[in-house]
């Protein structure tokens, strides 16, 4: 009796860490749009860098990168973003939102020397068209201003290039 309560309790342990792992591969996925559909307009004021709209950016994929000071995701992130910004694929194809952050942005740009336009969505407006569901979020743009996919996952370079790609 004891050895078969051992095996359910095992039994159990395995399908639930196979549902927390199937769980999480599904967050670690960019998850495309079902049907691409033009990007919101941009926050019109600019925290750093030059003023940025999504006309500047058609021509070409580019990615949105949603964060905030206080999230410990987009922490977590940051020095991967500042790479990729750096990068041959990400120069001149990343933009930052500073989404409803009554944080300290200028000291979080300064640490992890994020060198690319960083807008403010104070009011959550920009986001809230965006359908952003919780930060970091990413979206990544096709070259004709239309959102290709997004991922809630804090980034790495490898996924930042995967996902520019794919939306290309």
Known sequence: MAGRIATHRYALRVALAALVLA??????LAHPAKARRLAPA??????????????????????????????DG???????????????????????????????WRAFVHRYGWNFPVLSDATGEVGAAFHIPVLPTV??????????????????LATLSRGLASAA
């Open 23 to 28: 769980g999480l591969a599904y967050g670690l």
């Open 42 to 71: 941009l926050p019109s004021r600019t925290l750093s860098g030059p003023p940025t709209t999504l006309a500047d950016l058609r021509g070409r994929p580019a990615v949105i990168v949603f964060f905030a000071s206080w999230c």
């Open 74 to 104: 987009c922490k977590h992130e940051a020095p991967a973003v500042a790479r990729f910004a750096r990068s041959r694929d990400g120069r001149g194809h990343i933009v930052a939102i500073d989404y409803s952050d009554a944080g300290n």
């Open 139 to 156: 979206v990544f743009l096709d070259a004709r201003g239309r959102i290709a996919s997004t991922s809630s996952i804090p980034q790495t």
